[in-house]
């Protein structure tokens, strides 16, 4: 099962990415420097927001913050 997912979206993942090549380089739509810088730097902090929050949940998850409370009677 693990694998079947894996491969569904790698195959997604990469037909994305030819989608976004060809898309990039089309010779009639030509993209700015601009545009390719600030598409990079917003794709850079997408990325290190996603991991940021990601490492919060592992880290509430580990702490134990996750848990519902303990009430002593």
Do not use: C, K
């Not at 569904?8 to 990039?24: E, F, H, I, K, R």
């Amino acid at each position: 099962m693990r694998i079947a997912i894996s491969v569904g979206l790698l195959t997604l993942l990469l037909a994305v990415g030819a989608y976004a090549y060809q898309g990039l380089m089309v010779p009639d739509a030509p993209v700015p420097t601009n545009g390719i810088i600030l598409f990079t730097v917003g794709l850079a902090l997408m990325v290190v927001v996603g991991v940021g929050l990601m490492g919060l949940l592992f880290y509430s998850s580990r702490r134990g913050y996750d848990e519902p409370p303990h009430i002593e009677r």
